[in-house]
């Protein structure tokens, strides 16, 4: 997820229309800590989700791909993320938010919904990393169209696998990466919410799409 987030960032900078990308993503990250509630179920998790949308899409002034890249950014599970290149073994970090509040992050952490779908890990973690996969794909197809952003999804695990900076390949996040892609794909039509898409899905595993 690392990779896609430096390419996500590095288009970004040529079309976004709001130069501080990260100061207004940490307005969205202010928003989940302090005005979210706690996530009650999954139709209230896809609530939850739509509303972060909502509020993303009133700070961008309705501009749709601002408003991707800044929950792209609010949504982050960590405030600085790490590069290894590899051969000379150098890390690279890049902050993610223009400043951060700790206690504010550990609340954010707290209240970002994690249990979007029925096979959604049972822990305290859970799945709150897939809505930063979910929002960056759905940039990137918004942007340069599904199919790109589905490629670039399935670029980014196996490069991560090679270079051991995620690990393995997850055919959980190739699914939310297709998710997202689709959203970035209806957003080009009319501005619907996430929870259109994501409701749609039981789970994550290839094969338990609820239209099946």
Do not use: W
Request: some cysteine; charged content about 25%.
């Amino acid at each position: 997820m690392k990779t896609i987030l430096v390419i996500l960032f590095f288009f970004s900078i040529a079309h976004s229309q709001v130069k501080d990308i990260y100061k207004y993503g940490s307005k969205v990250n202010d928003y989940i800590a302090l005005h979210l509630e706690l996530e009650k179920g999954r139709e209230k998790t896809l609530t939850l989700i739509d509303s972060i949308f909502q509020f993303a899409l009133t700070i961008a002034d309705s501009n749709i791909a601002d408003a991707l890249l800044f929950c792209c950014v609010g949504t982050m599970t960590y405030p600085v993320f790490k590069v290894r290149i590899p051969v000379i073994n150098v890390n690279l970090h890049f902050p993610v938010f223009s400043e951060i509040d700790s206690i504010i992050f550990k609340e954010k952490m707290k209240k970002l919904p994690s249990r979007i779908f029925e096979d959604s890990p049972d822990t305290e973690f859970s799945d709150k990393d897939k809505l930063v996969h979910f929002f960056s794909t759905a940039y990137l197809s918004y942007i340069f169209g599904d199919k790109f952003s589905v490629e670039t999804g399935k670029f980014v695990e196996e490069f991560e696998e090679i270079f051991k900076i995620d690990g393995k390949i997850d055919q959980r996040d190739l699914r939310i990466n297709q998710l997202g892609a689709e959203f970035g794909k209806q957003l080009r039509y009319k501005i619907i919410n996430p929870s259109i898409i994501l409701v749609k899905e039981k789970s994550l595993s290839h094969g338990e799409n609820i239209n099946n």
